[in-house]
């Protein structure tokens, strides 16, 4: 019985249902029923004014990580900070030259309020400790600061209201290179299509205020988990973003 609850923690199960199970193959088909002229619960005017553009031109007048933590913490646009523990921030030294950006909290870092402390970020730890890196000589955060139920796939309309927070955090970290961890924080912040099994690797130009940051896709510690013939290509990007950070 331990070993399955511990299987049920491992996949993201947080919630119980129902005392007895339900045999979703013989149950009846749901009705629905019919109604017509019914007002919608969220009208557009109501939408968050994040979703409108005000709050991401408010942002520009933060100018430290404490008031960035301050303001996500009293932001109500996201619908996953009604169901995370938590808000999840950032890990490791503001002051460094390397920022990694991954995707979204999962079960222990929802519990813990640190990024990349679960198996993920475990594996994490000693990829950089591979190239000399550490906690220490890093900056760690995600592009969705609260975690999706059962560890889901952020939606569209939860990583375009968090993009502002995170994109504001990249300005003032200003690191001298970024690496984009998995699909969501490749393709939303390096602005491609591509998946992250074909992206990974490449470098990307990342605008920031008089400047373009270098940014590396990489695979995400947690793909690495689930496939773990990857981890080849993984040393390669490791190696190359170990020769951008030794280069004169």
């Known amino acids: 019985m331990a070993a399955v609850l ?10 119980v249902v129902g005392e007895t199970a339900l045999d979703h193959f013989n149950a009846p088909a749901p009705i629905t029923p019919v109604r017509e002229n019914v007002t919608p619960l969220l009208r557009p005017q109501s939408l968050p004014t994040l979703q409108q553009g005000a709050p991401a031109n408010d942002l520009a007048d933060i100018t430290t990580l404490a008031d960035l933590r301050a303001a996500l913490e009293a932001f109500d646009g996201c619908a ?44 994490l730890d ?17 592009v969705i600061a609260w975690r999706p139920p059962g560890n889901r796939t952020p939606t569209p309309a939860e990583i375009q209201s968090c993009l ?21 924080s490749v393709q939303t912040l390096l602005k491609t299509r591509e998946g992250i099994t074909r992206a990974r690797g490449q470098w990307f130009d990342y605008p920031l205020p008089g400047r373009n940051l270098p940014a590396l896709a990489m695979l995400h510690p947690a793909f690495l988990l689930r496939s773990p013939a990857f981890k080849r290509q993984a040393w390669a990007d490791l190696q190359a973003l170990r020769a951008v950070l030794v280069k004169p």
């Open 6 to 15: 511990r299987f049920y923690a491992d996949i993201g199960v947080d919630a």
């Open 80 to 123: 996953l900070k009604a169901t995370a523990t938590r808000l999840v921030f950032a890990d490791g030294n503001p002051a460094a030259k390397v920022m990694l950006v991954g995707e979204a909290p999962g079960g222990d870092e929802d519990r813990q309020g640190l990024p990349f402390v679960g198996r993920a970020g475990q594996l």
């Open 126 to 142: 000693l990829m950089l400790a591979a190239i000399g890196l550490d906690r220490t000589k890093v900056y760690i955060t995600n």
């Open 164 to 184: 502002p927070f995170v994109t504001r955090h990249i300005e003032l970290i200003n690191p001298d290179v970024m690496v984009c961890l998995g699909n969501v």
